[in-house]
């Protein structure tokens, strides 16, 4: 009896999203069916890659397009792509994170004993993969010169002195980077602070 209630259930559940998707599709058409063909191939090679498992990706990526449906119905969201990505992410980590509740050791045992799990291993991927996402976002001019900072160890004034800008500008660009990084990867400083990863 209980089992069919919850069968039934979810069955509402499907339908009800159905619906929901129909309406958010129907008002934004042009928007979500470029956004799908923009994106759906490089999401799906992206979990596919990172699970290691065709279906949970296929999944996973509906689930994501599904719920930013839901979303947009609801709210205005400025960047859908980013938006999309970031939510399949999260996706993937509660999935990678049941894997590890699960005890799926043939799955999550390390390599050596003192190793990290392939669940940190994965979530470390995921979120560098993150900040590569979040920084093809960012201004051409903002991305170069957080390169220049961080990547080619050049100072604020080495770097002000190169592009002719003043000291405080290049902080501004710099902080602005680091803005956007944080935003992004916040889901990931939540979990490992709750002690998701090993």
Request: aromatic content about 6%; some cysteine; hydrophobic content about 35%.
């Amino acid at each position: 009896m209980g089992d069919r209630v919850r069968r039934n259930n979810e069955d509402l559940d499907r339908e009800i999203e159905g619906i929901i998707l129909e309406i958010s599709a129907a008002e934004n058409t042009a928007e979500f069916t470029q956004l799908y063909q923009d994106t759906s191939d490089e999401l799906r090679r992206l979990l596919v890659r990172k699970m290691g498992n065709k279906e949970e990706a296929e999944e996973i990526a509906q689930d994501a397009y599904l719920k930013l449906c839901r979303l947009k119905h609801n709210r205005d969201i400025g960047n859908l792509r980013s938006y999309l990505f970031n939510m399949a992410v999260r996706l993937a980590i509660n999935v990678l994170r049941k894997r590890e509740a699960d005890g799926r050791q043939d799955y999550l045992q390390p390599a050596e004993e003192d190793g990290p799990s392939a669940y940190k291993i994965l979530l470390d991927e995921l979120k560098a993969e993150t900040i590569k996402d979040a920084l093809t976002h960012l201004s051409e001019k903002t991305r170069y010169i957080f390169l220049l900072h961080r990547f080619e160890g050049l100072s604020y004034s080495a770097i002000a002195k190169r592009l002719t800008i003043s000291d405080s500008s290049v902080e501004d660009h710099i902080n602005r980077a680091l803005d956007k990084i944080m935003l992004a990867t916040a889901e990931f400083r939540r979990m490992e602070g709750q002690g998701y990863g090993h």
